[in-house]
Protein backbone atom coordinates (compact mmCIF):
# COMPACT_ATOMS: atom_id res chain seq x y z
CA UNK A 1 0.00 0.00 0.00
CA UNK A 2 1.30 3.42 -0.54
CA UNK A 3 1.97 5.88 1.81
CA UNK A 4 1.44 9.41 1.96
CA UNK A 5 4.81 11.44 1.80
CA UNK A 6 5.08 13.49 5.39
CA UNK A 7 4.85 16.93 5.21
CA UNK A 8 7.05 19.29 5.69
CA UNK A 9 7.05 21.14 9.28
CA UNK A 10 5.28 24.77 9.57
CA UNK A 11 3.05 26.58 7.91
CA UNK A 12 3.23 27.03 4.16
CA UNK A 13 5.05 30.74 2.97
CA UNK A 14 2.19 33.41 1.84
CA UNK A 15 3.32 34.67 -0.77
CA UNK A 16 1.25 37.44 -0.12
CA UNK A 17 3.27 38.76 2.59
CA UNK A 18 6.70 38.89 0.40
CA UNK A 19 4.52 41.69 -1.52
CA UNK A 20 3.19 43.67 1.30
CA UNK A 21 6.94 43.32 2.53
CA UNK A 22 8.88 44.56 0.08
CA UNK A 23 6.18 47.00 -0.59
CA UNK A 24 6.33 48.45 3.10
CA UNK A 25 9.88 48.77 2.17
CA UNK A 26 10.29 50.30 -0.57
CA UNK A 27 8.11 52.99 1.03
CA UNK A 28 10.00 53.67 4.08
CA UNK A 29 12.78 53.47 1.79
CA UNK A 30 11.55 56.24 -0.41
CA UNK A 31 10.13 58.51 2.65
CA UNK A 32 12.91 57.89 5.21
CA UNK A 33 16.03 56.51 2.99
CA UNK A 34 18.31 53.65 3.97
CA UNK A 35 19.01 54.86 7.33
CA UNK A 36 15.38 55.15 8.27
CA UNK A 37 14.53 51.99 7.52
CA UNK A 38 13.71 49.24 10.18
CA UNK A 39 12.77 45.34 10.26
CA UNK A 40 10.58 46.62 13.13
CA UNK A 41 9.16 49.33 10.90
CA UNK A 42 8.75 47.64 7.60
CA UNK A 43 6.58 44.95 9.86
CA UNK A 44 4.00 47.51 11.06
CA UNK A 45 3.43 48.92 7.92
CA UNK A 46 2.99 45.50 5.99
CA UNK A 47 1.28 44.27 8.90
CA UNK A 48 3.61 41.12 9.99
CA UNK A 49 5.90 39.90 12.60
CA UNK A 50 9.29 40.97 12.32
CA UNK A 51 10.06 36.10 12.21
CA UNK A 52 7.80 36.50 9.13
CA UNK A 53 10.12 39.00 7.39
CA UNK A 54 13.46 36.79 8.92
CA UNK A 55 11.81 33.81 7.74
CA UNK A 56 12.25 35.59 3.97
CA UNK A 57 15.62 38.01 4.41
CA UNK A 58 17.87 36.99 7.53
CA UNK A 59 19.06 40.75 7.38
CA UNK A 60 18.11 44.75 6.49
CA UNK A 61 20.62 44.89 3.73
CA UNK A 62 18.72 40.94 2.22
CA UNK A 63 15.51 42.78 2.72
CA UNK A 64 16.70 46.37 1.30
CA UNK A 65 18.27 44.80 -2.19
CA UNK A 66 15.27 42.67 -2.53
CA UNK A 67 12.65 45.62 -2.74
CA UNK A 68 14.85 47.41 -5.00
CA UNK A 69 15.46 44.57 -7.23
CA UNK A 70 11.53 43.59 -7.12
CA UNK A 71 10.68 47.23 -8.06
CA UNK A 72 9.95 47.41 -11.89
CA UNK A 73 9.84 51.43 -11.55
CA UNK A 74 13.07 51.26 -11.15
CA UNK A 75 14.22 48.64 -13.61
CA UNK A 76 16.77 49.42 -16.58
CA UNK A 77 15.29 47.65 -19.75
CA UNK A 78 17.16 45.98 -22.73
CA UNK A 79 16.07 48.12 -26.23
CA UNK A 80 17.02 47.12 -29.72
CA UNK A 81 16.61 50.39 -31.71
CA UNK A 82 19.10 49.35 -34.56
CA UNK A 83 21.64 51.87 -33.64
CA UNK A 84 24.18 51.45 -30.56
CA UNK A 85 23.42 55.55 -30.32
CA UNK A 86 19.78 54.88 -30.28
CA UNK A 87 20.30 51.81 -27.51
CA UNK A 88 22.42 54.33 -25.78
CA UNK A 89 20.29 57.19 -25.64
CA UNK A 90 17.19 55.63 -24.61
CA UNK A 91 19.01 53.35 -21.73
CA UNK A 92 20.21 56.81 -20.52
CA UNK A 93 17.22 58.76 -20.97
CA UNK A 94 15.52 55.96 -18.19
CA UNK A 95 18.86 56.48 -16.02
CA UNK A 96 17.86 60.29 -16.02
CA UNK A 97 14.22 59.71 -15.17
CA UNK A 98 15.75 57.74 -12.33
CA UNK A 99 17.94 59.43 -10.83
CA UNK A 100 16.41 62.87 -11.46
CA UNK A 101 13.91 61.41 -8.87
CA UNK A 102 14.05 62.71 -5.64
CA UNK A 103 12.80 59.90 -3.68
CA UNK A 104 15.48 57.95 -5.90
CA UNK A 105 18.04 59.98 -4.68
CA UNK A 106 17.45 59.74 -1.70
CA UNK A 107 17.64 56.03 -1.14
CA UNK A 108 20.90 56.15 -3.39
CA UNK A 109 23.03 58.68 -1.02
CA UNK A 110 21.41 56.63 1.79
CA UNK A 111 22.94 53.19 0.79
CA UNK A 112 25.96 54.65 -0.29
CA UNK A 113 26.81 56.33 2.66
CA UNK A 114 26.71 52.93 4.33
CA UNK A 115 28.37 50.75 1.56
CA UNK A 116 32.00 51.55 3.10
CA UNK A 117 30.99 50.85 6.71
CA UNK A 118 28.51 47.63 5.98
CA UNK A 119 30.58 44.66 3.88
CA UNK A 120 27.32 42.33 3.80
CA UNK A 121 25.27 45.45 2.13
CA UNK A 122 27.75 46.65 -0.12
CA UNK A 123 28.15 42.61 -1.46
CA UNK A 124 24.50 41.97 -1.51
CA UNK A 125 23.75 45.64 -3.19
CA UNK A 126 26.68 44.64 -5.97
CA UNK A 127 25.53 41.24 -6.80
CA UNK A 128 22.01 41.52 -6.80
CA UNK A 129 21.04 45.03 -8.03
CA UNK A 130 24.39 46.67 -9.83
CA UNK A 131 25.36 43.58 -11.61
CA UNK A 132 22.17 42.87 -13.42
CA UNK A 133 21.89 46.37 -14.34
CA UNK A 134 25.45 46.53 -15.61
CA UNK A 135 24.65 43.32 -17.70
CA UNK A 136 21.80 45.30 -19.43
CA UNK A 137 24.14 47.42 -20.53
CA UNK A 138 27.02 45.71 -21.36
CA UNK A 139 25.04 43.35 -23.73
CA UNK A 140 23.71 47.06 -25.27
CA UNK A 141 27.62 47.25 -25.82
CA UNK A 142 28.42 43.56 -27.32
CA UNK A 143 25.67 44.48 -29.46
CA UNK A 144 27.22 47.48 -31.23
CA UNK A 145 30.44 45.46 -31.25
CA UNK A 146 28.50 42.36 -33.37
CA UNK A 147 27.17 44.89 -35.16
CA UNK A 148 30.27 46.84 -35.97
CA UNK A 149 29.32 49.90 -34.92
CA UNK A 150 32.33 48.94 -31.90
CA UNK A 151 35.62 48.83 -31.63
CA UNK A 152 35.98 45.27 -30.44
CA UNK A 153 38.77 45.92 -28.59
CA UNK A 154 36.85 48.26 -26.35
CA UNK A 155 37.37 48.15 -22.62
CA UNK A 156 33.19 47.64 -21.50
CA UNK A 157 33.63 48.21 -18.37
CA UNK A 158 35.36 51.89 -19.10
CA UNK A 159 32.41 52.42 -20.82
CA UNK A 160 29.94 51.46 -18.67
CA UNK A 161 31.29 53.72 -16.60
CA UNK A 162 31.34 56.56 -18.32
CA UNK A 163 27.91 56.25 -19.01
CA UNK A 164 26.80 55.83 -15.30
CA UNK A 165 29.34 58.02 -13.63
CA UNK A 166 28.83 61.40 -14.70
CA UNK A 167 25.02 60.87 -14.01
CA UNK A 168 25.61 59.67 -10.60
CA UNK A 169 28.38 62.28 -9.73
CA UNK A 170 25.73 65.16 -11.02
CA UNK A 171 22.56 63.97 -9.33
CA UNK A 172 23.68 61.63 -6.19
CA UNK A 173 26.93 63.76 -5.34
CA UNK A 174 26.36 67.15 -5.96
CA UNK A 175 22.23 66.93 -6.21
CA UNK A 176 22.16 68.82 -8.98
CA UNK A 177 18.73 67.87 -11.47
CA UNK A 178 20.28 66.02 -14.55
CA UNK A 179 19.72 67.62 -18.14
CA UNK A 180 17.61 65.81 -20.44
CA UNK A 181 20.80 66.42 -22.66
CA UNK A 182 22.51 64.64 -20.41
CA UNK A 183 21.59 61.24 -22.12
CA UNK A 184 22.40 61.81 -25.72
CA UNK A 185 25.99 63.55 -24.52
CA UNK A 186 26.76 60.47 -22.60
CA UNK A 187 25.88 58.15 -25.43
CA UNK A 188 28.03 60.11 -27.22
CA UNK A 189 30.87 60.10 -25.80
CA UNK A 190 30.68 56.15 -26.52
CA UNK A 191 30.36 56.66 -29.66
CA UNK A 192 32.92 58.94 -30.54
CA UNK A 193 35.62 56.65 -28.33
CA UNK A 194 34.72 52.94 -29.22
CA UNK A 195 33.15 53.59 -32.49
CA UNK A 196 34.49 52.25 -35.08
CA UNK A 197 34.04 55.01 -38.29
CA UNK A 198 34.30 57.92 -35.60
CA UNK A 199 33.73 60.22 -38.35
CA UNK A 200 30.44 59.06 -39.25
CA UNK A 201 28.28 59.02 -35.77
CA UNK A 202 24.69 58.09 -36.13
CA UNK A 203 21.84 60.62 -35.19
Known amino acids: MATEAPRAPGRPRDARHDESILRAALEILREEGYRG ?6 AARAG ?7 RRWPSKPALVVAALVQSSQI ?17 QRRQVEL ?8 VTAGLVADLAADPELSQTYVNDYLVPRRAVILQVL ?8 LDPEMDFAFAYDLLVGPLFMRAVVWGQPLSPRAAEATADVIVATFGVDKGDTPT
Not at 37 to 42: C, D
Request: proline content about 4%; glycine content about 14%; charged content about 30%.
Open 37 to 42: LSIEGV
Open 48 to 54: VGRPTIY
Open 75 to 91: AVRLVDTGTIRGDLVAI
Open 99 to 106: MNAPENRR
Open 142 to 149: RRGVERGE
